[in-house]
Nanobody, 116 residues
Framework: QVQLVESGGGLVQAGGSLRLSCAAS????????MAWYRQSPGKQRELVAI???????TYADFVKGRFTISRDNAKNTVYLQMNSLKPEDTAVYYC??????????WGSGTLVTVSS
């Protein structure tokens, strides 16, 4: 059974940094892309960043220049380096892995709180 476990969330002051990690355990194979989403209270879950198997990345406009997504294929792990954090970045952050056959896996989320 495949599980994704996020870590690295917490409380940080505005302007600070956090690094999120998401590691997959279990028999996972043929991962295509890895992504980070977030969801704030009362809002829909939204894409933050995605990294494809060839290393190409795409970012939401609201994090461009501040967040960096990276992956370690050998460890089945994806990271999100978050700098210059703002109070509006407060949310539960979820990782998502997608296989080439379309199967997807979600983590259970890690809370990031940015105080002003």
């Amino acid at each position: 059974q495949v599980q994704l476990v996020e870590s690295g969330g917490g409380l940080v002051q505005a302007g600070g940094s956090l690094r999120l990690s998401c590691a997959a355990s279990g028999n996972i194979f043929s991962i295509s892309n890895m992504a980070w989403y977030r969801q704030s209270p009362g809002k829909q879950r939204e894409l933050v960043a995605i990294i494809f198997s060839v290393g190409t990345t795409t970012y939401a406009d609201f994090v461009k220049g501040r967040f960096t997504i990276s992956r370690d294929n050998a460890k089945n792990t994806v990271y999100l380096q978050m700098n210059s954090l703002k109070p509006e970045d407060t949310a539960v952050y979820y990782c998502k892995f997608s296989r080439v056959d379309g199967v997807t896996y979600w983590g259970s989320g890690t809370l990031v709180t940015v105080s002003s």
